[in-house]
């Protein structure tokens, strides 16, 4: 027997855990990119997030107010047992990890060396490398929560510390890593000061509103904002998040059921508002994005749009054409997290949507339902073109990237 | 078919995996009480490091005989390797998913011989 005997090698990472090196945890990733081929395609990751909080006393720094930025100063340096400086949410309400399941939600304690750059450009490239991406678009994460904070004037000086504070310390160090910068939505003249601040930045590739917030996004007071990222010709997005203080939510008592709904409820009113209130009419070239809500909500919105509309067509006399055909030709998609235990419901989602033009890639990365670039790539029912276009040429195409990758010429 | 080596019986404590390569597959080997099971490193969720995950028991729901819930409860009989992607939790006995029949781990036939544990590829 000995003769046929080979002897099994000990896994070089035995157990994934908080320690684990980001390369490490997305080794099967990397090698399915590598494997099934897309590794040389360009790959555009429209929405990942790295935990600006765990850097909050740097951000804090770039605090316009001076005296709002002592308080943050002190508190940083002295306040023991609570959260970071100003930052609103819902405290030890975060079970994305299912009990420690899911060790890289909770935390990235890998080892770092590199002193060169920002430990967070040292952590995305991590993850650019294991998901195969050319270009990955960095979102905060607890800041997502801001729109829902009760002082409206902190949303705005943690934003501008925030944006000043990733344009300047992070993206300068990889020209793959670019952002969508973070606005306070919530004051609408300061929202536009940090778009005609931002505007001409190429590390900024478009403007984010924290979809989790009571504001109607058809509000005159809007106007102004829409029109300056319009002529910026840059996109807005909608990140959708989730708030367990949204009393629409409040029998949910499973993190699941919250956040399953939570995900996409904020995006299903600001659509409904923005296309009934025909605002794809009204700025006709402003292209509009919708992160992280996945996708089964979309032609479920279509379908109750269309059939209310056509009774009620006097309640929405800006319209030109169904919500449905705004909702498949003014506005584009991130797949994540996509939903796809019915396949044909998922094929005809695409359809509805037109897909190929329409969709993006994002992986929401390092998040408990991130996706990796294979839910696109083994779709049966695409050909390769749709695949590359979702992978990373329409990411390309509506944020005006370069198709060859950062660091082509 | 190959016959691999993993290691010596006394070398796996109870309730405790251990994580292999040969060539370019990936194994868990997994002890619970005196039975030994395989399965390929490979989850049918999204192609993750599932054997590399951590351990938990089965939860289950508490009810009374009135259909009332009490919470829930772990069931130390049942043990799961959860993968660390995104969390989807198998039966380290059967490979299966405690939710649906459509997903289970990819089987590695395991032989325990003279003490020593195979597993066969
Ligand atoms: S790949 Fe294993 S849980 Fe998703």
């Not at chain 1, 046929?4 to 896994?11: L, N, P, Q, S």
């Not at chain 1, 420690?100 to 990235?108: A, D, E």
């Not at chain 1, 403007?207 to 809007?222: G, L």
């Not at chain 2, 005989?65 to 959860?82: A, C, F, P, T």
């Amino acid at each position: 027997m000995d003769a046929d005997i080979t002897k099994a090698e000990d896994h070089p990472v035995q157990s994934i855990d908080t320690h684990t090196d980001t390369r490490d945890y997305l080794a099967h990733s990397r090698r399915d990119a590598e494997r099934k081929g897309y590794v040389d395609w360009l790959i555009v990751d429209v929405d990942a997030h790295h935990v600006e909080s765990v850097s909050w006393a740097e951000v804090t720094e770039y605090i316009e107010d001076p005296v709002v930025r002592h308080q943050a100063t002190m508190y940083q340096k002295e306040r023991v047992g609570a959260p970071p400086y100003g930052l609103n949410g819902d405290l030890g309400l975060r079970y994305q990890d299912v009990g420690g399941r899911i060790p890289h939600q909770s935390s990235q304690r890998e080892k770092v060396e590199e002193t060169d750059v920002h430990r967070d450009v040292v952590l995305t490239r991590r993850a650019m490398h294991g998901l195969a991406v050319n270009y990955m678009v960095l979102f905060p994460t607890p800041m997502l929560f801001l729109g829902m904070h009760p002082q409206t004037e902190m949303e705005v000086f943690l934003c501008q510390a925030y944006n000043r504070w990733l344009t300047e310390r992070i993206l300068p160090g990889e020209p793959g890593i670019v952002t969508l910068v973070v606005l306070p939505f919530n004051t609408p003249d300061e929202a536009l000061k940090m778009v005609e601040q931002h505007a001409d930045n190429p590390n900024v590739i478009g403007f984010c509103v924290t979809s989790t917030r009571y504001k109607p996004v058809h509000a005159n007071e809007y106007m102004k904002l829409y029109r300056a990222i319009e002529e910026s010709g840059k996109p807005i997005a909608f990140h959708a998040g989730y708030h367990w203080q949204d009393p629409s939510l409040a029998t949910c008592n499973t993190f699941l059921g919250m956040h399953s709904l939570g995900f996409t409820w904020c995006n299903i009113v600001h659509m409904t508002n923005w296309i009934l209130n025909g605002i794809p009419e009204r700025f006709p070239k402003l292209k509009t994005l919708w992160v992280e809500s996945g996708l089964a909500w979309v032609p479920f919105l279509m379908q109750r749009l269309d059939d209310q509309y056509l009774m009620r067509q006097s309640e929405a006399p800006l319209l030109k054409k169904m919500p449905s055909d705004y909702m498949r030709e003014n506005c584009w998609y991130t797949c994540q997290p996509m939903e796809k235990s019915n396949m044909r419901a998922l094929e005809c989602t695409f359809e509805m949507i037109n897909a190929e033009s329409q969709l993006l890639y994002s992986s929401d990365w390092p998040h408990f339902d991130f996706d990796t670039p294979s839910v696109i790539h083994d779709l049966p029912f695409l050909n390769e073109q749709s695949k590359r276009n979702i992978l990373g040429l329409n990411a390309a195409k509506i944020f005006g990237l370069n198709p060859k990758g950062p660091k082509a010429g | 078919m190959q016959m691999i080596r993993v290691g010596a019986v006394e070398e796996f404590e109870d309730r405790s995996k251990r994580v292999v390569t040969v060539g370019n597959a990936e194994i868990g080997v997994f002890r619970l009480g005196d039975d030994f099971h395989a399965w390929r490193n490979v989850c049918p969720h999204q192609g993750g490091p599932v054997c590399q995950g951590r351990l938990y028991p089965l939860v289950r729901e508490n009810l009374d005989d009135q259909m009332k819930s009490h919470g829930r409860l772990y069931d130390e009989d049942k043990l799961n390797i959860v993968c660390p992607w995104h969390g989807l939790e198998f039966d380290i006995r059967t490979g299966k998913h405690p939710g649906t029949s459509e997903l289970a781990l990819d089987p590695v036939t395991v032989q325990v011989e003279a003490g020593d544990i195979y597993v066969l590829l």
